[in-house]
């Protein structure tokens, strides 16, 4: 890392500031990059390799619009994300939904994401009053396209994985609301 800071410097004129804003967005997408490396071969493994991908696919948009928890290091975001993608897999994705129940709980997820969307982890900046609507809305739009894309595919085994996917990152959301509000209330008394 010193070597590409000291290009960034020399070279390419950045500020400290942004040299640390490069290297900490270099460092998420090697940390997430590995994560998902790890985690792909042991789907591939235990035979879940094509379950994990489309969960994955389904929780990027929602993940990077609406955000979730996070954790301050790399193991326990690692554990966790391996512990969130085997129950879904593994466990929830054999638990068939009837359709009207999927349509409702989608309804339930979407109205979720929009209420409590973005949460955002602490060393990001604040978000102005417009974007965040914006990520709000799109967090809603990508909540009902991903539940039409489960919906056309639903009498496939992707289908459960998709809307465990969805239903599992609006209570995530649920949670790290929770927790951030606990947080703001704490801060405020002391």
């Given at each position: 890392?010193?070597?590409?800071?000291e290009?960034?410097?020399?070279?390419?004129k950045?500020?400290?500031?942004?040299?640390?804003?490069?290297?900490?967005k270099?460092?998420?997408?090697?940390?997430?990059?590995?994560?998902?490396?790890v985690?792909?071969?042991?789907?591939?493994?235990?035979?879940?390799?094509?379950?994990?991908?489309?969960?994955?696919?389904?929780?990027?948009?929602?993940?990077?619009?609406?955000?979730?928890?996070?954790?301050?290091?790399?193991?326990s975001?690692?554990?966790?994300?391996?512990?969130?993608?085997?129950?879904?897999?593994?466990?929830?994705?054999?638990?068939?939904?009837?359709?009207?129940?999927?349509?409702?709980?989608?309804?339930?997820?979407?109205?979720?994401?929009?209420?409590?969307?973005?949460?955002?982890?602490?060393?990001?900046?604040?978000?102005?009053?417009?974007?965040?609507?914006?990520?709000?809305?799109?967090?809603?739009i990508?909540?009902?396209?991903?539940?039409?894309?489960?919906?056309?595919?639903?009498?496939?085994?992707?289908?459960?994985?998709?809307?465990?996917?969805?239903?599992?990152?609006?209570?995530?959301?649920?949670?790290?609301?929770?927790?951030?509000?606990g947080g703001?209330?704490?801060?405020?008394?002391?």
């Amino acid at each position: 890392m010193n070597i590409l800071t000291e290009y960034m410097a020399n070279e390419i004129k950045l500020s400290p500031r942004e040299q640390k804003f490069i290297i900490f967005k270099l460092k998420c997408i090697m940390y997430d990059l590995s994560k998902f490396i790890v985690m792909s071969l042991f789907f591939y493994y235990i035979g879940h390799l094509t379950q994990y991908l489309f969960a994955v696919l389904v929780s990027i948009p929602l993940r990077t619009q609406s955000g979730g928890l996070h954790f301050k290091h790399y193991w326990s975001c690692f554990l966790f994300s391996f512990g969130y993608f085997t129950i879904i897999i593994c466990v929830l994705g054999k638990i068939l939904l009837p359709c009207s129940l999927f349509l409702l709980l989608m309804l339930f997820c979407s109205i979720i994401n929009f209420c409590l969307s973005p949460i955002q982890s602490a060393t990001r900046p604040l978000l102005s009053d417009v974007k965040r609507q914006a990520i709000k809305k799109k967090s809603y739009i990508i909540t009902i396209y991903c539940a039409v894309v489960i919906l056309i595919f639903y009498q496939t085994s992707f289908a459960s994985v998709g809307y465990w996917t969805i239903i599992l990152h609006s209570l995530q959301l649920l949670i790290a609301y929770i927790l951030k509000k606990g947080g703001e209330r704490c801060e405020k008394r002391h």
